[in-house]
């Protein structure tokens, strides 16, 4: 018994340095553990420098005013007024008279009109189509006593030729100037009282 007692305490003088040591490099390990996470920092969370760009933009164009979208139009292309032009006459008229409802002036018009009426549609509004009116070369130019005179005459054809066509035609009446030339450009020279000479003439001339 003697002899058990003295190898068990031969054990624990051998044993107890070792159980020592092994607490101890336990209690580092504690410790070392301890203040590793103590001194560990979590790293941030990494960012992504295209993604706070492509953010950045996506605000900027939120915040930005949306414009209507513009219908594309062409522009119209420049009219050629020299293919516009025309000079057309409508004779007809009873000496000393204005009245477009005769037969033959009425019918005059009517024709004229036909020709003339698309270019009239193409000239550009700024633009006036002139009517001008004639007599004859009989009576005096200027009114006299009871005689209206060949200028009255012609500017009264003139006047009732651009009413006619105001009010058949659906075209303003600012688009007109009136011109009276009274008996001063005779068609027919040798015969001043011919009819040829009373007559209206409309024309554009640019």
Do not use: C, W
């Not at 060949?150 to 006619?164: G, K, L, Q």
């Not at 030339?181 to 209206?200: D, F, H, I, T």
């Amino acid at each position: 018994m003697k002899r058990l007692m003295n190898y068990f305490s031969m054990f624990l003088l051998i044993a107890t340095p070792v159980f020592a040591g092994f607490e101890d490099v336990v209690e580092e390990k504690v410790e070392t553990t301890e203040n590793i996470k103590k001194t560990v920092v979590k790293p941030a969370t990494p960012t992504n420098k295209t993604n706070i760009i492509q953010t950045s933009v996506k605000e900027t164009i939120s915040t930005q005013p949306t414009q209507p979208t513009q219908p594309v139009t062409s522009l119209p292309k420049p009219v050629d007024l020299n293919t516009l032009k025309f000079s057309k006459e409508i004779k007809g008229f009873a000496y000393k008279s204005s009245d477009v409802m005769l037969p033959g002036v009425k019918g005059n018009i009517t024709s004229v009109m036909k020709t003339i009426l698309p270019l009239i549609n193409k000239i550009p509004k700024e633009y006036k189509i002139k009517i001008i009116g004639h007599a004859d070369g009989t009576g005096p130019e200027e009114q006299t006593l009871d005689k209206p005179g060949n200028i009255a005459i012609s500017r009264m054809r003139a006047e009732a030729v651009r009413d006619y066509i105001v009010n058949n035609y659906n075209i303003p009446s600012d688009r007109f100037e009136i011109i009276a030339k009274g008996s001063s450009e005779l068609k027919n020279k040798k015969n001043p009282a011919s009819a040829e000479n009373r007559r209206v003439v409309i024309e554009f001339k640019p």
